[in-house]
């Protein structure tokens, strides 16, 4: 899971990741819809933006 306000950061990410290696990636651009999708799909992994304008990160962490 991509969770950052920056679309170009999430599609980097993302891009990294999903050629051909068979990752199912999931991504939110806030802290918010991030949380809500998190909750929903339990990830193995979470790159999490530490900047975001709504729900900064520590806000997430600590509601997950």
Do not use: H
């Amino acid at each position: 899971m991509v969770i950052d306000d920056s679309f170009l950061a999430r599609k980097i990410i993302i891009n990294l990741f999903s050629k051909n290696q068979g990752y199912e990636i999931s991504e939110a651009g806030n802290g918010k819809e991030g949380l809500e999708k998190f909750k929903k799909i339990c990830p193995d992994i979470t790159f999490l933006d530490i900047q975001m304008p709504v729900w900064e990160e520590l806000n997430v962490l600590k509601k997950s």
